[in-house]
């Protein structure tokens, strides 16, 4: 197993933020972990909510941009199967030492992941105009 901690670790990149001595172990984790996996996912992320966007909210990409960033929000905080299934796609590259620290506060450690994914997918609204373009 050390071998597949090693290799997460090495492929997810740096840290992401800033880590000081003041740090909560929340925060810790958050840009020693969760930050740098949602960079890397982040193909895999849009690709997902444009799969959920087609198959449950059909009209999205027609939506004004404020719709949209609420749609995205709503999306994620409301459906339980979908943000089950996004937290999955973090935590199977989480090491085990991570998953370990993950269980001990699972409950803030996956709002702060699930606001972080938030942000991140409206950070990005504008790929959902280009969806829209294509069809």
Same mark, same amino acid.
């Given at each position: 197993? %050390?071998?597949? @901690?090693?290799? =997460?670790?090495?492929?997810? &990149?740096?840290? #992401? &933020?800033?880590?000081? %001595?003041?740090?909560?172990?929340?925060?810790?984790?958050?840009?020693?972990?969760?930050?740098?996996? $949602?960079? #890397?996912? +982040?193909? #895999?992320?849009?690709?997902?909510?444009? +799969? /959920?966007?087609?198959?449950?909210?059909?009209?999205?990409?027609? /939506?004004?941009?404020?719709?949209?960033?609420? %749609?995205?929000?709503?999306?994620?905080?409301?459906?339980?199967k979908f943000r089950n299934? $996004?937290? &999955?796609?973090v935590m199977a590259l989480?090491?085990?030492?991570? /998953?370990?620290? /993950?269980?001990?506060?699972?409950?803030? $450690?996956?709002?702060r992941m699930m606001n =972080?994914?938030?942000?991140? $997918?409206?950070?990005?609204?504008?790929?959902?105009?280009?969806?829209? @373009?294509?069809?």
């Amino acid at each position: 197993m %050390a071998d597949r @901690d090693t290799f =997460l670790r090495e492929f997810r &990149g740096e840290t #992401l &933020g800033t880590v000081s %001595a003041q740090s909560s172990s929340d925060e810790i984790f958050q840009n020693q972990t969760i930050r740098p996996i $949602l960079k #890397l996912q +982040n193909d #895999l992320f849009i690709a997902v909510f444009i +799969n /959920y966007v087609n198959k449950n909210k059909p009209d999205f990409f027609s /939506y004004s941009v404020e719709k949209k960033l609420l %749609a995205i929000e709503n999306s994620i905080q409301k459906d339980i199967k979908f943000r089950n299934s $996004l937290k &999955g796609i973090v935590m199977a590259l989480f090491t085990l030492e991570e /998953y370990e620290t /993950y269980i001990q506060n699972s409950s803030s $450690l996956n709002k702060r992941m699930m606001n =972080l994914l938030i942000e991140r $997918l409206k950070s990005q609204v504008q790929l959902f105009e280009v969806e829209s @373009d294509s069809k």
